[in-house]
Structure formats: structure tokens, C-alpha cells
């Protein structure tokens, strides 16, 4: 089951045509906070939520934007949730039919291998509490505002530039409110 070039954007690209961050150059590159230490290639952090994330592993409309982006990046940065939000997604596709069960099987495999090198956040008190500030100005879903407010942690934690990723309009919108430069 495999979705030819011309039909992105339409469906997933399974089986031997999936796609993952590492077959775009990206090596793990992270440091003892997790986000960026190491200054190889590129100083640019690519804070992806899980919209995006998913974009990495599946190809879909959007997909070679975001992984162009994520292969020139230093570090992939995303709150802890979108493991669990990464992995559920692979899990819906696989049940909607999107994905074969050979497909699923390796696009988890590959997730659960390059999860390490990527600078997961952790949902700390302080970071909820700024999701609610957050959803207090913007409107966005929770989970988005957690994505917002890690994103905002690792920004306040490096000196190199972050950029955010997101398929949302609104979760793109408060980003940018928040001084955040987009990529795709």
C-alpha cells in the first residue's frame, strides 16, 4: 500500500516509501539540558509540536516543507506529550486504514528509536501555569498551549535562534504574538 508522488497531501506514503527525520540527515545532537548543546551544522532549534512531528515521520501535504527545515536544524525540540500524541496518531492511521500494519510497525520502531535525540520538555508545574496564561490570550486548545509554553522554555533556555512548527492557524497565530519566527 504505498501512495505515489502525486497523491501527497491526499493520504500517508507507507510501507518502503516512509520517510524519517534520520533518512533527512538529522543525527541526534542534544546536550545535557537536552535542547542544542551541540552546535554541529546549523544553530537553529525546531520546536515542532505534534502536527508537525508527525510530518517528520509520515509523508503527507506539508511534509517535505517541515523535514527541509528539521534536516538543517541543530535540534527538534516538542513537549514530552507529543510522544504519547505521535505515537496515538501513528495508531489512528493504522486503524483508519491510512497505514498498513508493516508501515505502523516500523514508523513506531523508528519513533521510539529517535525519541532520545529529540529535546523532550518536560510538563513541569511551571509550564502549566503558563499554558493557562496563555490560553488566556490566545485561543488555542490546551495542548496547544502546552506546546506554546515549552516552546517558550526552550527559547529561554539556549542562545540559539528557535523556530516553531505547526499545521494550527491558531496555535501559529499565538506563536507568532509570542515573537516566534514560523517555519513550515
Not at 541543530?74 to 498498513?100: K, M, N, P
Not at 509550564?127 to 485561543?139: F, K, Q, T, W
Amino acid at each position: 500500500m504505498a501512495v505515489e508522488n502525486g497523491e501527497r497531501g491526499q493520504g500517508f506514503v507507507v510501507g518502503e516509501e516512509v520517510q524519517s527525520r534520520a533518512a533527512y540527515g538529522q543525527v541526534e545532537r542534544r546536550g545535557s539540558n537536552g535542547i542544542g548543546d551541540d552546535h554541529r551544522g546549523s544553530r537553529l532549534i525546531l520546536y515542532a509540536d505534534t502536527s508537525n512531528l508527525f510530518k517528520l515521520y509520515v509523508l503527507e501535504e506539508g511534509s517535505g516543507e517541515v523535514q527541509v527545515v528539521a534536516a538543517a536544524a541543530s535540534q527538534i525540540a516538542s513537549s514530552i506529550v507529543a510522544y504519547a500524541e505521535t505515537r496515538v496518531a501513528f495508531a489512528r492511521a493504522l486503524r483508519e486504514g491510512r497505514l498498513d500494519q508493516e508501515a505502523f510497525e516500523d514508523l513506531r520502531r523508528k519513533f521510539d528509536a529517535e525519541w532520545p535525540g529529540i529535546g523532550g520538555i518536560d510538563v513541569a508545574t511551571h509550564i502549566l501555569r503558563e499554558s493557562g496564561n496563555l490560553g488566556d490570550l490566545y485561543p488555542v486548545r490546551a495542548i496547544d498551549a502546552i506546546h506554546l509554553a515549552s516552546a517558550k522554555e526552550v527559547r529561554a533556555s539556549t542562545t540559539e535562534e528557535v523556530m516553531f512548527s505547526s499545521a494550527d492557524r491558531r496555535l501559529r497565530d499565538a506563536a507568532i504574538a509570542e515573537g516566534f519566527a514560523l517555519a513550515p
